[in-house]
């Protein structure tokens, strides 16, 4: 619904906006704008020079209309014409000198400019907060960095200036003609009312018709982002079909909606053409008869036939550069709407830092919901001591990954506090604060690269030892010297080309490669298979020695040596206590243990199979 927002042809409060952007370049835009004057001063050179070189020359005995190139000018004719063929020659490269400087100066300033706002866009989108990104699509975002920022530069190159280029060579072009004949000048301005409404109508038409254009690559965008990251589920429940149906839909109205873009343009240049050359006719009519009468000299009928061609000319760019100008408005608009969010997780004024030495974490009766007060998280409260190993299980939705996303601060607790060694993580830094954990979720993700550059994520101070010994304590070697490339390895968008195991042991690497504080693992062994998962657990014990660690896990297995595990049961902190305690209370961990080991014993099957059925039990206890 917001592609479908109108902006205003012109807002000027925006326009202030965007030329703040092209503040930094104001040299170049000024010798950008140098170059514009000279052009649109030579576009009245040429017709004036054909009019000396006719009434001087080229008629016997004809007078006209002094000049100041005239003194200049010898009495022999074929000198004289041959003077002014040089002369026009002169004006044909000073124009297109000209126009290849301004055009060149003012693309590039434009790309400078977009890359400046580019790069803001990007930066403002890192800071903003995760509950952003949960209420807006990619797709949406993405369109703002790329398309509409293209729309911007598309302005500042090729539409601000060249509108005042055009207005500049109209300007130029009334008053020599007015100087001229100002009979001929009104003959060529009365078609100009026929060509405003024919302007208006054509404005309007192709106003809606771009319009309907955004929504429709907006929603195509949307479409796309959506359908092929989820081509696995189509492919595989056989949508392929039903999807290409959907996109032709909608792809059927951005062509709709350029045909009658096309049928606009098919019949403005036309007509404008038309009555162009209706105030061409009457000029050589009335021009000839006053010729005839000696009011008129025949160079000065050529010269404004010349200057006629040149007359409409702008008009028509001047009708483009309006919708450019519509689009670019529409496009700034959503581009400071998205600037202007501003991001709810905010450094504090005066940070405090964390103890160096080791720290403890604390939650003090936290309450906490996505939504009103739909809570997810229920006066929950528990300390975890420096050092300490726990494991928080429960159902699905219980609010185990909450409580690490609030604990990252990617959100704000509504009621309580969590501390870190005594201090509210509200009172530090956000990026020193996440400097503290190393984290690995069940869903690995990786970036396009190398293997090296995934484990180090471009954080200075982590060597290539670093990284081979972190992939040595979370049993990654073997993998990676049966790589062709070794750590040089290239992984292709998320890491499409490894297994989901393999991906889990590289974030493993990366969380101990950059020697956390704190370390969580939520879900990380739930999407590996057995034998991997042996593995990783031979890890854990060398990952979590000397550090708090936190396990959100399904598997029992995983966390039956941790120090403590809290057992969460519907937003609420139920029990507490090491394995063997939590079975003695013969409570809810006892009924999720019986579960789960039951349905092994009588399904013969593992606890990655039987979990999604204790879920389900669970769910009512």
Known sequence: ????????????????????????????????????????????????????????????????????????????????????????????????????????????????????????????????????????????????????????????????????????????????????????TAIMLAVMPLVILT???????????????RIAIARINAYLQEHIVGIVVLQLFNRERKSGEEFDRINRQHMEAYKDTITAYGWFYPIVEFLSMLALASILAYGGRSVEMGALKIGTIVAFLQYGLRFFRPIQDLSEKYNILQSAMASSERIFKLLDTPAEILPPAAPRSVSASSAGI?????????????????????????????????????????????????????????????????DVDPLELRRQFGVVLQDPYLFTGTIEENIRLG????????????????????????????FAQTIRERGNSLSTGQKQLISFARALAHQPRF??????????????????????????????????????????????????????????????????????YWKLYQLQYKDQERAGASPQETGPRIEEKVTNL
């Open 199 to 213: 302007t208006m109508q054509f404005r309007r038409t192709v106003t809606l018709s771009y319009r309907r254009i």
């Open 1 to 184: 619904m917001e592609e479908e927002v109108l902006a205003k042809a012109y807002d000027s409060r925006l326009m202030r906006r965007l030329l703040g952007y092209m503040r930094p370049y104001a040299g170049y835009i000024t010798l950008s704008l140098v170059f514009l004057f000279v052009y649109s001063a030579l576009q009245v050179c040429g017709p004036l020079l054909t009019k000396i070189a006719v009434d001087r020359y080229l008629v016997p005995g004809a007078t006209h209309m002094a000049t100041p190139i005239d003194r200049y000018l010898p009495a022999d004719k074929w000198q004289g014409l041959a003077q002014i063929s040089l002369l026009y020659l002169g004006v044909l490269v000073g124009g297109f000198l000209s126009a290849f400087g301004q055009a060149y100066i003012m693309q590039y300033t434009g790309q400078r400019a977009m890359f400046d706002l580019r790069r803001e866009l990007m930066s403002h989108l890192q800071r903003l907060d995760i509950a952003f990104f949960d209420r807006n699509p990619i797709g949406r975002l993405v369109t703002r960095v790329t398309t509409d920022v293209e729309v911007l530069n598309e302005l500042f190159a090729s539409g601000l200036v060249t509108i005042l280029g055009d207005v500049l060579t109209l300007g130029f072009i009334i008053a020599i003609m007015f100087r001229l004949s100002p009979a001929l």
């Open 459 to 486: 954080t200075d101070g982590i060597g290539r030892e670093d990284v081979e010994e972190a992939a040595e304590q979370v049993n990654l070697m073997d993998f990676i010297r049966a790589l062709p490339d070794g």
């Open 362 to 426: 604390e939650f003090d009766h936290v309450w906490f919901a996505y939504k009103g007060e739909d809570w997810v998280l229920r006066d929950v409260s528990f300390q975890i001591a420096p050092g300490e190993t726990i494991a928080i299980v429960g159902h699905t939705g219980a609010g185990k990954t909450t409580m690490i996303s609030l604990m990252l601060r990617f959100y704000d607790v509504q009621r309580g506090a969590i501390r870190i060694g005594g201090v509210d993580i509200r």
């Open 519 to 588: 370390l969580i693992l939520d879900e990380a062994t739930s999407s590996v298979d057995t034998d991997t998962e042996f593995r990783v657990r031979e890890a854990l014990a060398k990952m979590v020695e000397g550090r708090t660690s936190i396990i959100i896990a399904h598997r029992l297995s995983t966390i039956q040596r941790a120090n403590r595990i809290l057992v969460m049961h519907k937003g609420k902190l139920r029990e507490s206590g090491s394995h063997q305690e939590l079975l003695a209370q013969r409570g809810i």
